[in-house]
């Protein structure tokens, strides 16, 4: 593509990236407001509050002004970072989700590592071997794994690895008996046990939809005139599969990305409140529990900016990595 | 003939499509006729008697108020199901008339309304219904079905769209235009028909999709509200009895898989049937 076009298209995907998410806060500004029920109906169950005591936490937390105003103060607080005040825990939400960033991102990462390393190795054996028996019990596998609740494997994996056989930590990130001058290694060691279990449970619906994609991107490829030429000229199967196929049925693969995410970020609500993971999914399923609309609002955003942004992200490099792509 | 029965058809005569739809089937027909022969889930014999691992009178044990499993579970299959078929009836309604909206209507409407899902898709489902959910204390089932199946249609309207671009050019709906048809009549006689058999397609892998949200929503409290058994609350309340009795967890965790597996074998059939090139 000419760099003046690629130029132009950057900018008109940029901007639908940003109308997007303009509109995605003003949905979820309206659903968190327009709903039924009061935000501080939660905390009138622990004593019965006065209405002068109501009256003031409505002014507190702005409750009382007219939705428009409100909305108002929600995009000006937004532009300035500040995401409100939590009703749970009493702190701002912007320095509770940066607390929390960290572990998912631990986690997040495991899990796209082992969809980039097992689930395209076996998307690729599962093109390689079509309709025979390997390929059929792979599939047959990533069809259980993609109707699994992540939940219930979590449970169950947490019940059998974490409880009956003792391997692994069944909860947490760290162990709490771990004396406090332990070395690095140590402690990394120990955050690594606790990190399988959750990460094992939150890889299998995404890997389940890696091999899936990259076996039909593998198979394409496979029937395509240049691989009956290496094969015709000699060339070693196995470079034929990794070098001429591969490399080709790999960028499709790319564009997963941008669908991995919100998989991940569902996903990883049940796995952390599961595994009590101090992460972002964690944070929300608390947040749901305790109705707290600040902080489940405050998580909603940053996850609607992460699939916004991975999107875009993923039809840049797509566009840029492939000059086959025609950009529509 | 109808694309949609064709689809159905066609999915019929491949192995996945027959295995997932049998399967689909004696789901439903334990669901509609379990109750008949199975004690009332709602009975407690004995309280005392605690958890009973699986055994002869109950086959998946009992819980921790010692309520027989396999009936809950059967239960649940009732509640799992009305709930998935009415909210994806409702998502495939909204989707397939904003759909042919914004493909026929094209240009202000069209652009608003894609902006609108653009916007939507941005926000996890799951995050939606949660924002949604949480001013509940206690969710009726029908305004649960409703949440769902409202927050369903995003990807459905581009899909019936992207068919509605594809074949609003054809010969025969030109012709129609021409002989004067009015857009009512044309996108009731001549779109719709035509995008029936995605639509169909989506649907069918929606129903997995929606029981997999409802187990996920009533494990965080926030679904199908007990005394009425769901999977996914049952899962929940297995939790407290993992250690002692975590055949209570099992049992139900598995008919989600295996029934969430029938749908999504019927629909990748279908699928294959209609678009080829996805085989």
């Known amino acids: ?328 | 003939m109808n694309p949609a029965l064709a689809a159905l058809q066609s999915a019929w005569r491949r192995p996945r499509g027959r295995t997932g739809a049998i399967l689909l089937l004696l789901i439903a027909t334990s669901a509609v006729l379990g109750p008949w022969f199975l004690p009332d889930p709602l009975a407690q014999p004995d309280i005392l008697a605690g958890s009973l691992p699986p055994g002869l009178g109950h086959p998946f044990g009992t819980d921790q108020l010692n309520r027989d499993i396999l009936a809950r579970v059967v239960a649940g299959a009732r509640v799992s199901l009305s709930v998935a078929l009415l909210a994806v009836g409702l998502s495939a309604t909204i989707g397939a008339a904003v759909g042919l909206v914004s493909g026929y209507w094209g240009g202000l409407v069209d652009t608003g309304l894609m902006r609108l899902v653009d916007g939507a898709l941005a926000i996890p489902r799951l995050f939606i219904l949660l924002l949604t959910l949480a001013v509940w204390e206690r969710i009726p089932l029908l305004a649960l079905i409703l949440l769902i199946g409202a927050t369903g249609w995003f990807a459905t309207s581009r899909l019936v769209r992207a068919e509605v671009l594809r074949i609003r050019e054809e010969a025969y709906v030109r012709a129609a235009e021409a002989l004067g048809a009015r857009r009512r009549h044309v996108i009731l006689r001549h779109l719709l028909p035509n995008t029936l058999g995605p639509l169909l397609v989506a649907a069918t892998l929606g129903v997995g999709d929606v029981i997999l949200l409802e187990a996920g929503l009533s494990f965080l409290g926030l679904g199908v509200q007990p005394p009425t058994p769901s999977w996914g609350s049952m899962v929940l309340e297995s939790r407290e009895v993992l250690v002692s009795a975590p055949w209570a967890g099992i049992f139900p965790g598995l008919a989600i898989v295996i029934t969430v597996l029938s749908a999504n074998l019927l629909g990748d059939a279908m699928r294959d049937a209609t678009d080829p090139r996805s085989a």
């Open chain 1, 1 to 328: 593509m000419v760099g003046r076009e690629l130029g132009i298209w950057l900018v008109r995907r940029t901007g639908q990236a940003a109308a997007a998410l303009i509109i995605a806060l003003t949905i979820l500004f309206f659903l968190m407001r327009a709903a039924p029920g009061d935000p501080l109906s939660r905390l009138s169950e622990a004593r019965p509050l006065s209405p002068q005591e109501v009256a003031a936490l409505r002014a507190r937390y702005g409750l009382d002004q007219p939705l428009g105003t409100q909305f108002l103060a929600f995009a000006t607080g937004l532009v300035h970072g500040d995401l409100g005040v939590s009703i749970e825990y009493g702190r701002p939400v912007t320095a509770l989700l940066a607390e929390r960033l960290p572990a998912t991102l631990l986690l997040g990462g495991s899990v796209l590592l082992l969809n980039f390393t097992v689930g395209l190795w076996l998307g690729v054996r599962q093109a390689v071997h079509q309709n025979r028996r390997e390929d059929r019990w792979l599939t047959a596998l990533s069809l259980i794994g993609y109707a699994t609740p992540s939940f219930w494997l979590g449970l169950v994996l947490a019940w059998l690895v974490g409880i009956k056989l003792r391997l692994l930590p069944a909860a947490g990130m760290q162990d709490p008996l771990l004396s406090l001058d332990a070395g690095l290694l140590t402690r990394a060691a120990d955050i690594l046990r606790h990190l399988v279990l959750p990460a094992i449970t939150l890889s299998v619906v995404s890997i389940a939809a890696t091999m899936r994609y990259q076996r039909t991107a593998m198979l394409e490829v496979l029937t395509l005139p240049f691989i009956t030429t290496a094969r015709a000229k000699g060339v070693p199967e196995r470079d034929v599969t990794w070098r001429h196929a591969w490399r080709n049925a790999l960028f499709p693969v790319i564009t997963l990305f941008g669908l991995w995410l919100p998989i991940l970020v569902t996903g990883s609500v049940f796995v952390e409140a599961v595994f009590a993971w101090p992460g972002l999914g964690s944070l929300a399923a608390t947040a749901v529990g305790g109705r707290d609309y600040p902080l489940l609002m405050g998580a909603s955003l940053l996850i609607a900016v992460l699939v916004v942004t991975g999107g875009l992200v993923t039809d840049v490099a797509y566009a840029l990595l492939d000059p086959r792509v025609r950009l529509a």
